[in-house]
């Protein structure tokens, strides 16, 4: 580790790694509710497991984000972070506010009260007072990194990083915008929730993927750069007016239906450049890194976010299409592969990459990490494939043939089984991930030694 400041990214991906594994196991709870609706009914309602596992998935995701621009900005930069106090300070807002959205949510504290209230709007149904502190913590955030990256060295890796983190704190603003109106409302929520995933949050995944293949390949800079500057550039191209495909059946002006469709169907591109970036560099690669199970993790984000933000998006994305399967189980099954490969996968990869530097030790339980990406990898894509052949009997019978919501789902209840496996097997590799992170590997006792000593 070259800098000091760098290990302010340890307290944030330890913090994220809790989070992400209350995020995992209330996805497997809910997953469970759908095999029998009654479990936990009176105590935790389908709809508050929900809110937590989708809220518990952002959260988790932006700590991520901001742990890793901690580790990356002083390293590219060449100096150190401007305040590291202002650091923990911002975390310390994020976890009061996540403390308080789940005190919120458990115990139903909604109703009656202006800071308190939800506004009925998915990911977004934070109290007024979270919604503040985020603001908050994410001004102190972009203080403090913007200054760092002023008074240092300007890479085009911290360039993209710093207005993909600009972007995600600006289009929040958003959330405070409520406008009675129902299209209205969604017409500007998107503008959230969509320019997020599939338009700022591409940026930090280009920056912190181009770190990851200049440390774990040895590539020319200029290279990596070239290649990540025309990610970007079609991301922005493909992701902004891309929002259309959101906008079919809100009462929006039907021209969105094709630009949604048209700029919708571009938004592949991206992804797989990603992915031919990401096996290009491995194979031009000139260094043979220690840390395998980072190359791993890296290469696994490209990939399977080419697949499930990519190929499952565009499965559904034309309006002709989108008609019948909209906000049906094919949707499910896209937006889980979609998150998982894109951005949990990126956040678990500069973990690995970051935890044995942070450490100061060689890379540890490789195996163990390794084997805890290909559960993860391979129940989430068991769980697309179920949910997508679900969606489409579903759009079948719900759409085309007519039968009511809850006969159909009743037919689907031998899906819901396999996804609540697939579900298990999730959160078996993310348990297995965070031990391999944490807990340092024990030698072989070797004859006429008496101790286990940590490998180095």
């Known amino acids: 580790m070259k800098y000091e400041s760098q290990k302010i990214a340890f307290a944030y991906f330890v913090v ?72 923990y300070l911002q975390l310390a807002i994020l ?13 139903d504290l909604f109703h009656g009260n202006f800071l308190l ?45 710093l207005i993909g983190l600009w972007g995600i704190a600006l289009l929040f603003l958003f959330a405070f915008y409520n406008p009675a109106n129902l299209g209205l409302d969604k017409l500007f929520w998107w503008y959230v ?78 992804f797989f450049l990603m992915m031919v970036f990401s096996f290009v560099m491995v194979w031009k690669g000139r260094r043979e890194h220690p840390n395998k199970a980072a190359l791993l993790w890296s290469l696994g984000t490209t990939t399977l976010a080419f697949f499930g933000a990519g190929v499952w998006g565009f499965l559904h994305t034309l309006h002709g299409v989108n008609y019948y399967t909209h ?17 949990v996968s990126l956040n678990l990869a500069i973990f690995t990459y970051a935890f044995p530097i942070l450490r100061n030790r060689d890379p540890y339980n490789q195996v163990l990490n390794m084997v805890s990406f290909w559960l993860m990898s391979g129940g989430m894509a068991f769980m697309t494939f179920v949910l997508t052949f679900a969606g489409t009997v579903q759009t079948h019978l719900q759409r ?44 072989v006792i070797e004859p006429g030694r008496a101790e286990l000593a940590p490998a180095e």
Do not use: C
Request: hydrophobic share 55%; net charge negative.
């Open 400 to 443: 085309v043939l007519g039968q009511s919501y809850m006969e159909v789902q009743d037919q689907l209840a031998l899906f819901y089984y396999m996804r609540f496996g697939a579900g298990v097997a999730v959160v078996l590799g993310a348990l297995l991930f965070v031990y391999s992170i944490l807990v340092p590997r024990r030698e």
């Open 193 to 270: 929730v969509h320019l997020w995933v599939e338009g700022v949050w591409e940026l930090v995944m280009a920056s912190i993927l181009a770190y990851l293949m200049l440390k774990l390949t040895g590539v020319d800079r200029e290279v990596v750069e070239k290649w990540m500057y025309v990610i970007v550039g079609t991301a922005l191209f493909s992701g902004i007016l891309g929002t259309g495909h959101h906008y079919y059946w809100i009462s929006a002006p039907g021209y969105w239906q094709w630009i949604g469709s048209i700029f919708s169907s571009l938004e592949i591109v991206p």
């Open 117 to 161: 209230g939800k506004e009925g709007r998915e990911f977004l149904e934070q109290p007024l007072w979270v919604k503040v502190g985020i603001v908050v913590a994410a001004l102190i955030f972009l203080y403090n990194i913007s200054m760092t990256v002023l008074a240092g060295r300007k890479t085009a890796i911290t360039n993209v990083l």
């Open 95 to 107: 976890v009061l506010g996540t403390a308080g959205v789940v005190v919120t949510y458990v115990f």
């Open 16 to 87: 994220a790694m809790v989070l992400f594994l209350v995020q995992v196991s209330g996805g497997l709870l809910a997953g469970w509710i759908y095999v029998s609706p009654n479990t936990l009914s009176e105590v935790l309602p389908f709809n508050v497991v929900r809110m937590l596992h989708t809220n518990a998935l952002i959260v988790w995701l932006l700590l991520g984000f901001f742990g890793a621009a901690y580790f990356i900005v002083p390293e590219e930069a060449e100096r150190e972070i401007h305040s590291p106090k202002l650091a």
């Open 327 to 343: 906000g049906t189980q094919i949707t499910a099954a896209h937006g889980h592969l979609a998150f998982f490969g894109a951005y």
